[in-house]
């Protein structure tokens, strides 16, 4: 909860993000957000901001006093009154605002409906004081239609229809035919559709209307600058209370919008409010945990898988990013993190990515879903990702019919000599192939970029995208991405024998057996496993390099993929200890030192200033995966202190440390400024991987709890301060009560044998 007092701000937007897949929000502690429809990068209904310093508000509410012209608001973004306080909170799937003033209070709670593209705001205004109120509410949403609305707004068109203030964009070509609406189940007073009639002349905070209490000027076909704008009279007697409920949707045109408002208005929001809370509640209750630390309880049992499904795969969208894209390692990455909550998740996008990829046996990067265009790239580590997600799908769920699903590829042109990317809309080809020929297409590929050296191709940027310069070439090389092609070859290549396939199954364990063997040759630095080489030859990550000395993620994943030298592991873990956990700061370094001053060229990583993001400051992601190496080491305490470093409730356990991480303190950052006076300041929040991994690093690794066909198994990995911990688990209908304590787990009473599992 935030409580702000008129004009002040939480130190950067502190947001909540509420989609139910096609249609949803996100609003900022000071009441300040967007709404958008179908895709949240190409239909913004209302402006997405994207300015953490202003933060401009494109919807707003405000009661006007028709007798003291006092004006009111449930938003801390709005109002510049001395005498009004704000609390704000956010929770799973609803947003609460409350403005308090001498003798008024308004309430205004937030939400989407489960299935409808429609958002309310249900408003209750209570009158504390000892005379009645005579009140004018105005609500007022500024039209974009697309993803510019300074490209838009001479294209809109607005229409009226028994109080439903609507609008289309008729030039559109991605969503043509969409008309969004703003209307209330209360009757309107008055409405206008025409900005400058409504905001005034001048841009100040207080819409010139409101402040002088007008009735709108009933403007249906504005010239040139639209908007939404109603008027509702409420009269509001000593110590009662009013409630009205506004509402904002999309639909397939005028029927459509003109229908969906007006069972909404029918129904009210109550029903959809509990619907909502049951939905997450039924979600974020598969796994409860209890341990002796309270701040990885609450971010385990509510944020962080809140973070991943409402924003990573249902909004695609925060407030750094609109995306609106799938990321063909991204979302895959993120439903893994989910296997325990829904492994529906895992299986459809596993299907979707498959159904990404070109007969060449590469992907799309990215692509948008409603139309498929995206962008083909030489990122090697993309046609990895795919085996990997089937295994561990597989392995949690035992479901191999899944190899057997049946895919088209896509067709399109290849990239040329020298072309690193290629955005266009490819076809789909009258090719199809299995599941399983799709990740094996994908791995033969893999195993094709070789370089001299044995070890695998960065071309145009592995897992670190910031790299593409890296390779760009055509020679240099990824020891990271070598240790995770060697853990795809291993665990794919009895998949293969399995269905037939041994003469392929045999070349890829001879290719693991060379790829091995060259990692530990050409991969080892004396002391630590090299990042990779250039072009040119020269070692990355090295301690011969003069910057990037060591990179985290090549020593995280000897131990990650299970196939580096069990003598050296514990040794290049200690490398990150020494040299990357930085205690004063509190971060985890992805490498260091900053590429500063190399006359090498890595890529446009070095566009940002040393210490920031990739640049040598902390990338959560890749911190997580140190987290879940000194876990499997069965190093807990080791694990827990990075895990805590990653924690972003401990970066804000006061007013000053919250004021200098700036970010939220309840969903994972996807990095830390690790320089100057910017030490240890969030950056980029919500729409990061990083949240998924972070919960895996939590669950899996640290309390180790996993399910692997049709069993459960709990092999803890915790910290020694920790006497145990205790969880319950609700799996196909059926609760399971786990207790560690005293180094012995028990399920239901009995005692898991680490070896054999618990039967579901």
């Keep these: 909860m935030s409580r702000l007092g008129s004009g002040e701000a939480t130190p950067q937007p502190w947001i909540n993000v509420i989609s139910n897949g096609d249609f949803g929000f996100h609003v900022s502690a000071e009441g300040a957000g967007f709404t958008w429809s179908r895709n949240s990068r190409d239909h913004h209904l209302t402006p997405w901001s994207n300015d953490p310093v202003t933060n401009r508000p494109g919807e707003t509410i405000h009661l006007t006093d028709l007798d003291s012209l006092e004006v009111f608001t449930p938003f801390a973004a709005l109002s510049s009154r001395p005498t009004l306080h704000f609390e704000a909170s956010h929770s799973a799937g609803l947003s609460r605002f409350t403005g308090t003033d001498t003798g008024l209070v308004v309430e205004a709670t937030q939400i989407v409906d489960p299935t409808d593209p429609i958002k309310f705001t249900r408003l209750s205004v209570t009158n504390t004081g000892a005379k009645p109120r005579r009140l004018r509410l105005y609500c007022y949403a500024e039209w974009v239609m697309g993803n510019n609305r300074d490209k838009t707004v001479p294209m809109l068109r607005t229409d009226e229809s028994d109080g439903i203030l609507m609008v289309e964009n008729p030039f559109s070509t991605q969503f043509p035919g969409r008309m969004a609406f703003l209307t209330s189940d209360a009757p309107l007073s008055s409405f206008t559709m025409d900005r400058v009639a409504f905001l005034g002349r001048g841009s100040t905070l207080l819409p010139d209307a409101v402040a002088r209490g007008m009735a709108l000027f009933d403007a249906k076909t504005p010239i040139g600058d639209p908007c939404a704008a109603l008027a509702i009279d409420l009269e509001v007697a000593a110590g009662a209370s009013r409630t009205v409920t506004l509402l904002m949707g999309d639909a ?215 790299m593409n310069r890296v390779g760009e070439d055509g020679r240099g090389e990824s020891v990271w991405l070598s240790w995770f092609l060697a853990h795809a070859l291993d665990v794919f290549s009895p998949v293969a024998e399995a269905r037939g396939e041994a003469e392929r199954a045999g070349r890829w364990r001879d290719h693991l057996a060379n790829l091995k063997q060259s990692i530990e040759s050409s991969g080892w630095d004396g002391a630590q496993y090299r990042r990779g080489y ?204 786990i207790v560690v304590a005293g180094g012995v787990a028990r399920i239901n009473g009995e005692t898991v044998d680490a070896t054999k599992g618990f039967a579901l």
């Excluded at 509640?281 to 309270?294: E, Y």
């Excluded at 990067?365 to 990895?384: F, N």
């Design 252 to 466: 397939a045109g005028r029927h459509a919008a003109i229908a969906l408002a007006h069972k909404h208005r029918r129904a009210g929001c109550d029903g959809v409010m509990a619907a909502t809370t049951q939905e997450w509640d039924d979600f974020l209750n598969v796994l409860h945990v209890t341990t002796p630390d309270p701040a990885f309880d609450i971010m385990v049992n509510r944020w962080l898988p809140y973070q991943t499904l409402a924003c990573r795969l249902r909004a695609r969208s925060a407030f750094y990013q609109a995306s609106g894209a799938y990321g063909f390692r991204d979302q895959l990455q993120d439903t893994l993190s989910l296997m325990l909550h829904d492994p529906s998740l895992a299986r459809e996008q596993i299907l979707h990515a498959a159904g990404r990829q070109f007969p060449q046996g590469d992907v799309q990067h990215w692509w948008l879903p409603e139309t498929g265009a995206g962008v083909r790239t030489m990122i090697s580590d993309d046609v990895v990702w795919l085996t990997y997600g089937i295994t561990q799908y597989i392995d949690s769920t035992g479901d191999t019919a899944i190899l057997d699903e049946v895919l088209p590829f896509l067709t399109g042109p290849e990239l040329e000599a020298g072309e690193h990317d290629r955005f266009f809309q490819p076809e789909t080809s009258d090719q199809t192939a299995s599941v399983f020929e799709h990740a094996a297409r994908a791995l033969d590929l893999a195993i094709k970029r070789t370089g001299e050296r044995g070890l695998a191709l960065m071309l145009g940027g592995d897992w670190n995208d910031g």
């Design 534 to 737: 250039y072009d040119d030859g020269t070692p990355l990550g090295s301690q011969q390099s003069d910057e990037c000395k060591i990179d985290s993620i090549a020593q995280s994943w000897s131990v990650m993929s299970e196939q580096g030298d069990p003598a050296r592991q514990n040794a290049v873990m200690d490398q990150v200890l020494e040299h990357l956990v930085d205690d004063d700061a509190d971060i985890v370094r992805l490498f260091t030192p900053p590429f500063a001053d190399t006359p090498k060229e890595p890529g446009y990583i070095k566009g940002y200033p040393p210490g920031v993001r990739e640049n040598g400051g902390q990338y959560t992601h890749a911190a997580t995966w140190a987290v879940y190496a000194l876990a499997m080491l069965g190093r807990g305490d080791d694990a827990k202190r990075c895990f805590d470093m990653l924690n972003p409730i401990n970066h804000s356990l006061t007013h000053d440390a919250a004021d200098h991480y700036r970010v939220e303190p309840y969903v994972a950052a996807a990095d830390i400024y690790g320089a100057d006076d910017k030490i240890g300041r969030g950056g980029w929040t919500w729409y990061t991987g990083s949240g998924g991994w972070l919960y895996r690093a939590a669950v899996e690794a640290i309390l180790g709890i996993r399910r692997r066909d049709g069993r459960l198994f709990v092999t803890p990995m915790l910290p020694s301060n920790w006497p145990g911990f205790e969880a319950t688990l609700l799996l196909e209908g059926k609760t399971f009560r």
